[in-house]
């Protein structure tokens, strides 16, 4: 990159942000606030057995199950089974930091709108992607560490597995589903928006930029005859 291009793209960076990306920004971190009132994720198991299934909702912060917390007895007491660990809040150790990270970004959301510049927008898009990836990775190997750590002297043997990420799955006599909640569509919602944004913080100087240099190159009126 030579040297008057860095110093155009150094000079864009400092840029303060337009006022409708501070009010985009804004609207982004409520969307994140959301996510803490609704689940991210939910699991459910179908069985014969269960005609009404068994269902598991993960909260950033706390393992909610179905028909009033007996679901999640149900849940274990399979897993005990099977030799998989009790899946509950003591086991879901991430749970501990995840809420602190969502506040975290909450807060250098804020601040971004407040006082930032598109330099300042750049870094917590950083910080978003690096917390998005980071977080998909760990639930990711959280759902394989339980279904490959498996209690060999469970009263059933099966073949370690892997639990569906996204979609269904049968495990021996069960349908296991799992899918994305209304909390990780306000997560969702968020990482599109400051991507979004910066991307518009990038683009409006190129046009502001075209549409001044055509201002200033106006076809010269035609004599009168």
């Excluded at 014969?48 to 598991?56: D, E, T």
């Amino acid at each position: 990159m030579s040297a008057s291009k860095l110093a155009r793209f150094n000079h864009r960076l400092a840029q303060p942000l337009s006022g409708k990306s501070r009010i985009g920004l804004l609207v982004a971190s409520f969307a994140l606030l959301l996510s803490f009132s609704a689940p991210l994720w939910h699991i459910n198991l179908q069985a014969p057995q269960y005609p009404k299934g068994l269902n598991l909702w993960i909260h950033s912060w706390k393992v909610v199950g179905g028909n009033e917390g007996h679901d999640i007895v149900e849940i274990n007491n399979l897993n005990h089974y099977i030799g998989m660990r009790s899946l509950d809040r003591e086991s879901l150790v991430d749970l501990n930091w995840l809420p602190f990270a969502f506040g975290g970004l909450v807060l250098l959301t804020l601040r971004c709108a407040a006082i930032g510049d598109v330099r300042t927008l750049v870094d917590l898009v950083v910080m978003v992607a690096y917390f998005s990836l980071f977080a998909f990775g760990r639930f990711i190997y959280q759902l394989y560490d339980f279904g490959h750590n498996l209690d060999p002297k469970a009263p059933m043997n099966i073949k370690p597995f892997m639990p569906p990420m996204l979609g269904s799955k049968q495990i021996a006599n069960f349908t296991s589903s799992s899918y994305p909640g209304l909390g990780s569509v306000f997560m969702g919602l968020f990482v599109f928006g400051v991507v979004a944004i910066l991307a518009y913080s990038f683009w409006r100087p190129l046009q502001e930029a075209e549409g001044e240099a055509s201002a200033e190159v106006q076809p010269s009126a035609a004599p009168l005859s």
